[in-house]
């Protein structure tokens, strides 16, 4: 089974350490942090090593609300939301990637959460992740 880069609990995913781990796909990581941070987001970010899954993710949150998860692959990034069956209904009528779409409809559910992962590469695709953002900060 594939899993995410950074797995060093000792090393803490400093600029450097992603610069070396994303490539070309840091600048995009750059951008995409750097907007969620400000406004009209305002998002926190919030690194940590989970033993069960030996690697870092970063949290991204408002306030007490977990918008999505970012974890670290060779060569990008990927964020991934979760919704609940009545929280997802919105996703088909998004102007987004057909391709996340259908991957949504087509996802397994995890207990009563389903995954919406979006792999990040270059800047093109983070239009994407700001509209999953709107939409998940939109819904209780």
């Known amino acids: 089974m594939e899993r995410p880069l950074l797995n060093d609990s000792e090393t803490y995913p400093s600029d450097e350490v992603l610069k070396n781990a994303l490539g070309e796909a840091y600048a ?58 009545k929280t997802g209904e919105g996703i088909p009528h998004l102007d987004i990637d ?3 779409k259908q991957a949504f409809a087509t996802s397994k559910p995890i207990g009563k959460l389903i995954p919406l992962e979006v ?12 509209k999953l953002i709107e939409y998940k900060i939109g819904k209780k």
């Not at 987001?41 to 970012?70: F, M, P």
Request: proline share 3%.
């Open 28 to 85: 995009a990581f750059q951008s995409y942090i750097s907007t969620i941070h400000d406004d009209p987001y305002n998002l926190l970010s919030e690194w940590k090593y989970y033993r069960d899954g030996k690697a870092w993710l970063c949290k991204i949150s408002k306030k007490k609300k977990t918008v999505h998860w970012l974890s670290v692959w060779p060569g990008f990034f990927r964020v991934g939301y979760y919704f609940t069956e």
């Open 98 to 100: 057909d391709t996340a």
């Open 119 to 130: 792999d990040v590469r270059s800047m093109a695709q983070l239009g994407d992740c700001y």
